[in-house]
């Protein structure tokens, strides 16, 4: 199977449909791989790729952000994943308050959080992500517990990925003929969680011709009217997905209301901590230090287009700040400090 | 392995697939990575095995991926 074969293909299905159709993307893996490889200039002019809300860093709210800071200045050690380092919140970032001294860690795996706590007592990991970064928060807190130590606490932004989806198509701000889904999401949740969704959507893996074939297939079904979950990643994705991830999940977390970048709480859409495991909860533990905090002044950064762009309704070059006042040196908001995100992705596919 | 010119040791942070060439206890394997060794947990995987390709992500090992890429070829040839 090569490119320029598939390519053909999509040209051929292209010009027989003669119309525009979106496919939106909603994995930050994807959102780069198509940056990489350039696959939106070699695609037919009426087939559009839309970036969606599938970069974690983006999604986070910025109360949560206005949060996790307040909590590093008030001398409390924090840990997380990189990019979240940089995001700017009302209070400045995690990295500005490194600057004034406060402990705030970049970690790659929250293992590495497991073993700072036993130097900085009372660390807080700040958990974010999908069902792709869940399950190792879940571990992390299941080991702490077995260990019988108070060991570290996790202030949780973990998501649910299936309610933004169906939000994005009950919002119905953008017509989305089909969805490329979440390769990695899709490792953990299978494939029949989508199926509720009734829309055309194909499972893809990350490589230039995974891409280019998954978009071939959701052509295809979107030309003959078919609404099916197809997986092109079978070489990793199982269609009952990780039961030992889910589970690991179930037994740690319970389904609170989530709250997102672009599209405000969503019910039913995020993760918190079950009561067994409540000495691990950080909300519960500095909930007096929390309490206090004015949230007021806790909203999208001004002029900032990021909640447009994790809905797909403004493309990140469309935004007045983009390459002008806003670049990945000197982010506005998350979609630009995001290595997953549409505008950083945009911005490096530009130069 | 390179995805359109970026070396995987570039984006590690995202899923990546890498080989487990040993068994260091029931909740850590060494994988490598086309060359680049490093140190994962496998706990979320049932029976992690040496020679099982995973992947891999945020440090833990997320799910094997077959070898062959034949289902996936057969499937997309019939679909074409």
Not at chain 1, 25 to 35: D, L, P
Not at chain 1, 82 to 92: I, M
Not at chain 1, 130 to 142: G, L, R
């Amino acid at each position: 199977m090569d490119k320029i074969k598939v390519l053909k293909k999509i040209n051929r299905l292209a010009k027989e449909m003669g119309r525009d159709v979106n496919l939106m993307e909603v994995c930050g893996t994807h959102t780069q791989a198509i940056s990489r490889c350039g696959i939106r200039k070699i695609l037919p002019k009426n087939i559009n790729l839309i970036t969606g809300p599938g970069c974690p860093v983006c999604v986070t709210a910025q109360k949560d952000i206005d949060a996790i800071i307040n909590l590093a200045l008030n001398g409390i050690p924090v840990a997380t994943y990189g990019d979240l380092l940089r995001v700017p919140g009302y209070f400045g970032s995690l990295d500005d308050a490194r600057e004034k001294g406060a402990k705030v860690f970049d970690v790659y795996s929250i293992e590495d959080a497991l073993k700072l706590e036993e130097k900085y007592s009372g660390l807080v990991f700040f958990g974010l992500g999908f069902e792709t970064t869940t399950p190792m928060t879940a571990w992390a807190i299941k080991k702490a517990y077995q260990s019988g130590r108070q060991g570290l606490t996790v202030y949780s932004t973990h998501k649910l990925f299936l309610p933004a989806m169906k939000a994005l198509l009950s919002l119905g701000e953008v017509k989305i003929d089909g969805f490329i889904d979440p390769g990695h999401v899709s490792v953990i949740i299978g494939e029949k969680p989508y199926e509720e969704l009734n829309a055309a959507q194909v499972i893809t893996g990350f490589e230039e011709e995974d891409v280019l074939i998954g978009i071939f297939m959701l052509l295809k079904q979107i030309k003959n009217n078919e609404k099916k979950v197809e997986n092109q990643y079978i070489r990793v994705v199982k269609k009952d997905g990780n039961k030992s991830a889910r589970k690991i999940i179930d037994e740690v977390f319970e389904i609170g209301d989530g709250n997102w970048r672009g599209f405000g709480v969503v019910p039913g859409s995020g993760l918190e901590i079950k009561k067994k495991y409540k000495k691990f909860d950080a909300k519960r533990k500095y909930k007096n230090i929390l309490d206090k905090i004015d949230f007021s002044r806790s909203k999208d950064p001004t002029g900032c287009k990021c909640g447009e762009v994790i809905r797909g309704i403004m493309n990140s070059r469309g935004c007045p700040m983009f390459k002008k006042v806003c670049t990945p040196d000197n982010p506005v908001g998350p979609c630009m400090v995001s290595v997953e995100g549409a505008c950083n992705n945009y911005f490096r596919e530009s130069k | 392995m390179e995805v359109c010119n970026v070396l995987i040791y570039e984006i590690m942070c995202l899923a990546f697939p890498g080989k487990i060439i040993s068994i260091k206890s029931k909740e850590q394997a060494t994988v490598d990575f086309d060359g680049v060794k490093k140190d994962v947990n496998i706990s979320l995987v049932a029976n992690a095995k040496k020679g099982d390709f995973v992947i891999i992500h945020a440090g833990f090992a997320i799910e094997k991926v077959e070898k062959s890429r034949k289902k996936e070829i057969d499937k997309i040839l019939k679909d074409i």
